[in-house]
Every structure is written in structure tokens, then in C-alpha cells.
């Protein structure tokens, strides 16, 4: 059986990709919604775990679902999952693959390129008090209490679940500034919420155009508004394919459950 890592829309498309060339898969998400969407992609073909696993808990579902390949396609900012998985077949000898979206062109001269979420708070704050956040609900708590922002007005664009929104104002986000939509956005959508939230610096990760990232970049660039992106972490895979077909012909080549 394949192991999927398939916390994206990436990940998803990947696994019934494998599934419609007839092998077994099972894949890995991080949250009950993303078990949803993955099930309404995949079917009941696919064998789904919704539990965090690390390293050992990793190599425990492997060897109980006698996993023979692993596809790593969770998020590109999700680091820890990665070494996690790495560490893990490395330990099984169990042959691992990362997909790696292509990043975006970063062409606009208001883009402020950092490597930490500290960064991308100190370097918004001398950009504007309105920050609109479209980093994902996971790392906010790194942006509230920074106190590069302690007087900021911080605006953030969320998954519409309730987990997430009880997070959001757990921290303190107040329902005027949860935008809690489900991408992608087009390029008009993303100018009209940075207008009507008044956003004076946007905070963004290069999650490639299938994250977003493009539409998001040319909506700024339409307003002048200045980015801060979050650039993606540098890990050293083993083995890496930038399209589908890379994933399919690494399988071919190792996979011995078909």
C-alpha cells in the first residue's frame, strides 16, 4: 500500500491519481475537514487517518498498514511533517517522494521576502498598521502576540470551520476581522477583500498559484499594497518530482502492491 501525506489540494489529486492507476493508497491529513475533502476526492477507496502522527507514531501506522512507498505532498510550509516522514522511512527502508510545487515569480519591487513568521511581524509593522494575514489559521497566535504588533489592526483570512474561528477568537480576533472563506480566490476577489478590510501590507507564503499565491500577488500589485512573504522552509529530500507524472513514474519504478 502507498502512503499518501495529503494535506493539499495537491495531496488530494495525487492520491486518486494512484487510486485510478489501480493501487492501493492510504493518506494522511491533518484535520477532520481535510478527511472530508480528501474522502469526496478519493471515495471510500482510500483509507484515510485524520490523527497527527509523529515520527514514531508514523512508523507504527507503516509497519500496521504494511505501507511500502510513501508520497510526501503536505503542505510546503508543513516542515516537521516532512522530516518526520523522512526520518520515518529511513528507519523502514520504505522508499519516499517529495512533491514540491513550483514556487510563484516574485515580480513586484513591493515584496519584502522573509524566513520566519517574526520576521514577517516586524517587517509588517514598518509597513502599515492594517495587516491583512493570509498565512492559514495554524501559526496566528505568532502574529497577535508579537510585539512588533502589539497596535496593529490584524485582519485574517481563515477556513471557514468552527475549530478555526473558535481558535481566532480565542486569540482575541473579533468577527469584524475573520474573513472565514474557502479558496482559491481570484486575483478581483482578493482586491475587493484587501479593499473593503482596508489593508495596508499583506502577509503571504509562496505556496505556488495552486496555494493562491499568483492572484494574491497580482491583486497587491494592482493596489500598490506592499507584501511580506514568508519564504518556503529549505529541507534536504531525498528524492523530489515538481508534477504528478514524476509521482507516478517514481511509484511505478518501486511500488510492489499493485
Known sequence: MIFVLAGTQDGREIAKM???NGYDVAASVVSRYGGELLAHACGRKCLINDKPLDEQA?????????????????????????????????ALSIPYIRYERDLTELAYDKITVVHSYEEAAEAASK??????LTTGSRNLEKF???????????TARV???????ALCEGLGIDAGHIVALQGPFSCELNKELFRKYAAQVIITKNSGSIGGTDTKLAAAKDLGLP????????????CMGHHYEDILSFVRSHANDK
Request: aromatic fraction near 6%; charge should be negative.
Open 18 to 20: 494512484l487510486l485510478e
Open 58 to 90: 508514523l512508523q507504527a501506522y507503516m509497519r500496521t498498514q504494511q505501507i511500502s512507498l510513501l508520497v510526501d505532498a503536505s503542505h510546503p510550509y508543513a516542515a516537521n511533517v516532512s522530516r518526520n516522514a523522512m526520518a520515518a522511512c529511513s
Open 127 to 132: 509597513l502599515g498598521q492594517r495587516i491583512f
Open 144 to 154: 497577535v502576540h508579537n510585539p512588533h504588533l502589539k497596535d496593529a489592526e490584524l
Open 159 to 165: 477556513l471557514p470551520t468552527a475549530e478555526v474561528i
Open 227 to 238: 507584501i511580506v512573504l514568508i519564504d518556503r522552509p529549505q529541507l534536504a529530500y531525498p
